[in-house]
Structures are given as structure tokens and as C-alpha cells.
């Protein structure tokens, strides 16, 4: 099945610098790649979204990259503010017709410091 | 909102004991996902409806079980708890065919005393 690995695992910046995630997955057949950000205590929000098609997205301060060959894909937060401050999943999806398996990285612990 | 309704929100139980976790999905959404989110833990995918059916599975235990009914919300019954059981459990939703973004409910706390 498929396995998606991310890191860091925590990841420490401060307001107005970049951060970067990056996730590994394993599982060619993969065609759709979420981020989801969850707050403490809190439902995962999707904040942005990439199909195996695309490269790269962008979202005003948040983008995405896409690289197939290598089976790996990054976030990008720029100009960071203290909400950003989350835990940050990756995931991967495997489709085949109706089934629909989602599989999540680990997590990344972002803390925008003052 | 995400449109995806779970209840209860938090639930206290002993061990050994059964309970049922319920979700409404989005409006138009066929697709249904369980996942179980233990303390400072990833999301583990439990299993997937589609349209009333079983399409994937994933780590889920065998005391544990789900189903999807005509009207398209979810159960998911958890039995013979135990103490590891505590944990978050998320119901998540998309569009036909599992297609598209999933959105997620605000979750079900489960303690097991």
C-alpha cells in the first residue's frame, strides 16, 4: 500500500520567514496530493491541493510542488504569521474506481515565533 | 464548516463497553472516510463507503466496524473496548467516487476508563 513520510517533524521560524515541508510517497498510482492543517483539538482544514497533472499551485502565501518522477511534493508557506502556527499533514491518494484510500504523512509541528 | 457532521462530539466509556460514532457527510458527497487520530498521533485511515458499500480498508480492527446507510451517513461501531482505544476519530467526506477535496468532520472523542 501506499506510504507517505514528511518532514521535519517540528519546524521552528520566525514571523515573515518561508517554511517548507516537503512529503515522499510510494505508491505510483497516486494522482492527488492535499495539505491539511489542524489546529489544536481542531478538525484537519484542507488549505491547498495538488493533482498529479500540475506542477505547482499557488494560494497567495502558501504553494505547492509536485514532482512525480521523484514521487515527492513540498509546501511552501512565505511571509509566515503566528497562525500559522499548526500541526501540517501531507497526504496521498490511491483511486481505483470507487475506492478511495487517503493516506496521511506524520505531521509537521509549525511554531511562527515573534 | 466543513458541512460534515459527527456526533457525539465527546464520549466517555469503560472498557469493554460498545459505542457507535455517527456521521453525516456533506451535501451530495457519496463518498465516507474514517480515520482514528491517537494523542499527538497521525491520521490513520480506517475505511471507506461508498454509496452504502465497502470500497477500501485500511488498519482497522477487527473489533471495530462500519456501514453506510440509504441516506448516506455513517456508523461506526467500536467494541470490546480498551484503554488504547482513546483517541479522535474523524469522519471525512467527498465527492462521487472519492474524487476531489475530502473535508472533514469536527471529530469524535472517545475516552476509555
Known amino acids: 500500500g501506499e506510504n507517505v513520510e514528511q518532514h521535519p517533524s517540528t519546524l521552528s521560524v520566525q514571523e515573515g520567514d518561508s517554511a517548507v515541508i516537503k512529503c515522499t510517497y510510494s505508491?505510483?498510482?497516486?494522482?492527488?496530493f492535499p495539505w491539511y492543517k489542524q489546529e489544536l483539538g481542531k478538525r484537519p482544514q484542507l488549505i491547498i491541493d495538488i493533482r498529479s497533472n500540475v506542477g505547482e499551485k499557488k494560494d497567495q502565501r502558501i504553494a505547492v510542488t509536485l514532482n512525480k518522477t521523484a514521487k515527492h511534493f513540498s509546501l511552501h508557506i512565505t511571509e509566515t504569521q503566528p497562525e500559522d502556527s499548526a500541526v501540517y499533514f501531507c497526504a496521498a491518494r490511491t483511486r481505483t474506481g470507487t475506492a478511495s484510500k487517503l493516506t496521511f504523512g506524520t505531521g509537521t509541528r509549525l511554531q511562527v515565533t515573534l | 464548516d466543513s458541512g460534515v457532521t459527527q456526533t457525539p462530539k465527546h464520549l466517555i466509556t469503560a472498557t469493554g463497553q460498545r459505542v457507535t460514532l455517527r456521521c453525516s457527510p456533506r451535501?451530495?458527497?457519496?463518498?465516507v472516510y474514517w480515520y482514528q487520530q491517537s494523542l499527538d498521533q497521525g491520521l490513520q485511515f480506517l475505511i471507506q463507503y461508498y454509496n452504502g458499500e465497502e470500497r477500501a480498508k485500511g488498519n482497522i480492527l477487527e473489533r471495530f466496524s462500519a456501514q453506510q446507510f440509504p441516506d448516506l451517513h455513517s456508523e461506526l461501531n467500536l467494541s470490546s473496548l480498551e484503554l488504547g482505544d482513546s483517541a479522535l476519530y474523524f469522519c471525512?467526506?467527498?465527492?462521487?467516487?472519492?474524487?476531489?477535496?475530502?473535508?472533514f468532520g469536527q471529530g469524535t472523542r472517545l475516552t476509555v476508563v
Open positions: 505508491d505510483s498510482a497516486s494522482n492527488y
Open positions: 451535501s451530495g458527497d457519496l463518498s
Open positions: 471525512a467526506s467527498s465527492v462521487v467516487g472519492g474524487e476531489g477535496a475530502a473535508f
